[in-house]
């Protein structure tokens, strides 16, 4: 059973810089694109970033240039480095892992974490 846990969320003033970090477990990890998702209040989720086996990375529009995401194939983490936040960053953000090894489209990830808010003040 895969498994995936983010930590790092919180609040953060608007042009701040937070972490976020996943562990996952129960798949063997470098053979699997991992990826970031957002849902902000009464919105749909929405793709963030992703990146896939090969570390080839995929950034939304909204947080390219901000936002950064890592993986750790020996630590099974993948992390996404978010600077320059804004208020419309607010949202809960989840890991996610794809079946296969790459991934640019929210429908590629199948597999999600608990999630964790993140909330920006203006």
């Known amino acids: 059973q895969v498994q995936l846990v983010e930590s790092g969320g919180g609040l953060m003033q608007a042009g701040g810089s937070l972490r976020l970090s996943c562990v996952a477990s129960g798949l063997t990890f470098s053979r699997h694109a991992m990826g970031w998702s957002r849902q902000a209040p009464g919105k749909e989720r929405e793709f963030v970033a992703a990146v896939d086996y090969s570390d080839r990375t995929y950034y939304a529009d909204s947080v390219k240039g901000r936002f950064t995401t890592s993986r750790d194939n020996a630590k099974n983490t993948v992390t996404l480095q978010m600077n320059n936040l804004k208020p419309d960053d607010k949202a809960v953000y989840y890991c996610?892992?794809?079946?296969?090894?790459?991934?640019?489209?929210?429908?590629?990830?199948?597999?999600w974490g608990q999630g964790t808010q993140i909330t920006v003040s203006s």
């Open positions: 996610t892992a794809a079946e296969t090894k790459t991934g640019q489209e929210l429908r590629d990830y199948q597999t």
